[in-house]
C-alpha cells in the first residue's frame, strides 16, 4: 500500500488531520469488464494546507476527488474515507447532505452551473436548504385545507347554485361539495406555490444568505453579472460562479477538480489567486490537477499514479 503522507502526523504541534482516505478501492464496471481505477490510495488533509493531488488524464483523480468530497463511495470493502475521524460512506441522507453542503465546498472540472438559474441564484445554491419533512408536506396539507374548505362551502352554500326548481337533495349537495372541493384544492396548490416563489424571491433580495453570495461574488470580480445565465458568462466567470457557489456555506474544506483545466493560461492564474487569497485566509483546499505549473501553487503535492497515492517525489 503506498501511503502519501509527512512527518505532519507525527510533529505534536501539527495541524489536526481532516480529511483522509485509507487503502481506498474503487472499480468501474463497463459492461462487464472491471475497471480498478483506485486500488490502494491512502491520502491525508490537514486542516489549513492547500493540497494538490498530480496524475494524467485518467488516472483516476477526479475519482479520488468525489470519494472525498461523498459524491460518490468506494468499493464495499475497498477501505474508507473520514472526515475527522467520522467515516464518509456510512452517512446517508440528512447527514450526507450536510457533509457535502456546510463541511466541504466542491468545484466539479465542468463547472456544473444550472443554466436556467441567474449567477447569483446559483451562487445561493447551498443556502437553499433542502425542505424539511414539515416543508416538503406543506403542498400536500394546502391541497387538503383547500379541499376542506371547498367541500364545506360547496355544502352550506351548494342551494345556491341550484336552478330554483332543483331541490337541495342531500346527494346533489354533496356532488357540489365534491366539485368545489377539487377546485379549492387546486387554489389551494395554487396558492402555496405563488407564496413560495415570492418568498424565494424576497429571500434573494433581502436575505443575509443572499447579502453573503453578493459579498463573496462581489469578491470575485462579479457583481455585474449577478442577473446574468450561466451561458452568457466567459469560462472564467463560470468558473468563478462555481468557486463563490462551493464557498456559499462558508466550508472549511474546499474541493477544486482541475479548477483552472479549461481556462487559457492569464485566466486560469486569476483563479489561481482567488484560492489562494481565500487559502491565506484558512480555507483548507485539496486541488487535482494533472499540470504541475498549477500544482506548484500547493502547499504539498501528491501524485495518483498506478491507482495508489505517491508523495510527489517518490
Ligand atoms: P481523471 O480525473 O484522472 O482524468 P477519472 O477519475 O475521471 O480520471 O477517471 C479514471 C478512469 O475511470 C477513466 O478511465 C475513466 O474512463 C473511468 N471512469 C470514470 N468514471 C467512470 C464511470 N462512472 N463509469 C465507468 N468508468 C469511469
Ligand atoms: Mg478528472
Known sequence: MSMATTDHSEAPSSPPRVLEASGVRKTYRLGRVPVEVLKDASIEVFQGEWLAILGAS???????????????????????????????????????????NRDIGFVFQFYHLLPELSVLENAMLPCMVPPSRLRASLPLASAAGGAAIGALAGWLFGDVALPAADDATPIRLAVIAATW?????????????????????????????????????????????????????????RQRTAIARALGNDPPILLADEPTGNLDANTGREILELLKKRHESGLTIVMVTHDPKVAAYADRVVRIEDGCVLEANE
Do not use: W
Open 181 to 237: 372541493a377539487v377546485v379549492g384544492a387546486a387554489l389551494g396548490v395554487l396558492c402555496f406555490q405563488l407564496i413560495q416563489v415570492l418568498a424565494d424571491r424576497v429571500r434573494m433580495r433581502t436575505g443575509a444568505r443572499a447579502a453573503e453570495a453578493r459579498k463573496t461574488l462581489e469578491d470575485f470580480g462579479l457583481l455585474h453579472r449577478l442577473k446574468h445565465r450561466p451561458s452568457q458568462l466567459s469560462g472564467g466567470e
Open 58 to 100: 485518467g488516472s483516476g483523480k477526479s475519482t479520488l476527488l468525489h470519494l472525498l468530497g461523498g459524491l460518490d463511495r468506494p468499493d464495499s470493502d475497498g477501505g474508507v474515507v473520514k472526515h475527522e475521524g467520522q467515516a464518509v460512506s456510512s452517512l446517508r441522507g440528512a447527514g450526507l447532505n450536510n457533509y457535502r
